[in-house]
Structure formats: C-alpha cells, structure tokens
C-alpha cells in the first residue's frame, strides 16, 4: 500500500508532458492534403519516447494505431469531401502513465478576397475565383495593404457563414454601406460575395470584415 501510495505520488509530481503539432490546421474540401503532425513527450525533464508506446488517433483509413516505440512524427493525407471538424490525437504510454493530447483539424470551402475593375457589377464566379483564395473556416478577417486604381475591394465567402455585420477601415469606421451584397453560385456552394459600390484610388488600404 505504501509502495503504492509512493508510486502514485511520483505520478503527481512527475507527469508526463506531451505536446502536439499540426500542421496546417485548415485544408480545403476536395483537395487531398499532407498533414504532418509531431509530438515530444518528457518526464522529469527527459525525453521518454525511446521508452513510451505511441497511439496515434487520426481521421482517414488509419483511425486507430499502435504506433510503435520512439515515434515522434505521423504523415497523413487526408480528403474531405464536405465541410467537417477532425481531431489528431496522440498518445503516450509510460511507466504505469497514460497521457493523451489532441488538436483540431477543419476543412472548408475557400473564401475569395481582391480587387475588382470599377465597372464590375455583380462578379461572375471566375472573376471571383480568379482573386486570392483564403481558408478561413469563418466571414471574420483583416486584409492590409490594399492598393486600388479606380478598383472595387470584393469579399466572397460561404452563405454558412453567415451576412457580415461589419466592415470597419484602418481608422475603425464603419464602412460596411458602402458594400453591396449579392449571392453567387461557384461549385455548387453559394457565396456572400461583398463588392464596393463605388470604384476607389487609394493606397494601403485596411479592411476588417466580422
């Protein structure tokens, strides 16, 4: 019972320390993407990974593994065919412990973000596919730096997402009117497209869309 008591106490003081890395945390639906994940483990300052099994949790075919002894990266490629939330999980096996971490993992359809000519009415969706495509998982975003000559500032996103609520510039005022809003069809999915009214010569222009 002491023995016991002794060992549990060591556990206390002495847990292990695992920490997981992801890499990237966003990919987009449809296009199969290499996820790298890596992960170190210590306990009482050493590293224990020679010592430890690994489990190693992920979405796609392998769902579930032993990984082995002294294990300290995964590789994996992954496909999604729909908006989905996936967890990365590892976890380590040492001297009588068990400690698992985990890390989000979002796919998403592409929001779009540019400038437009000044004569664009409402963007078509190769115009909008042809600006600089974004995997945010959200409408919420700060672009700075923006140039225009005799320019439209466009923000396309997925209507999930819901209707922006604001737009506010470089010096914080709202300039959410001075945007129209239609709906445009790429893909299947419908999108927020966000389009100035008016065309605008201007330099380092700053924009945050929520």
Not at 82 to 110: C, F, I, N, T
Request: aromatic share 8%.
């Amino acid at each position: 019972a002491t023995e016991k008591k002794i060992e549990e106490l060591h556990r206390a003081i002495w847990p292990i320390e695992l920490t997981l890395t992801v890499a990237p945390t966003i990919i987009e639906v449809g296009v199969r993407t290499t996820i790298n994940a890596s992960w170190t483990a210590k306990c009482k300052g050493e590293n224990i990974l020679s010592k430890s099994i690994i489990y190693w949790r992920s979405p796609g075919p392998e769902e579930s593994y032993a990984a082995g002894t002294g294990k300290s990266s995964k590789t994996l490629e992954l496909t999604s065919s729909a908006p989905e939330d996936y967890k990365v999980e590892v976890e380590v096996s040492y001297s009588g412990m068990r400690r698992s971490v985990s890390k989000g993992l979002k796919a998403v359809y592409p929001s779009y973000l540019g400038v437009l000519s000044a004569q664009t009415g409402t963007p078509t969706a190769s115009e909008i596919e042809g600006m600089t495509k974004l995997l945010l998982g959200t409408r919420g975003i700060t672009r700075s730096g923006i140039n225009l000559t005799n320019q439209k500032i466009c923000f396309a996103y997925p209507e999930a997402y819901g209707a922006l609520v604001s737009v506010k510039d470089g010096n914080n005022f709202e300039t959410l009117t001075a945007y129209n809003r239609t709906s445009v069809s790429i893909d299947g999915v419908t999108y927020y497209c966000y389009i100035m009214k008016d065309g605008v010569t201007a330099t380092g222009v700053t924009q945050t869309y929520s």
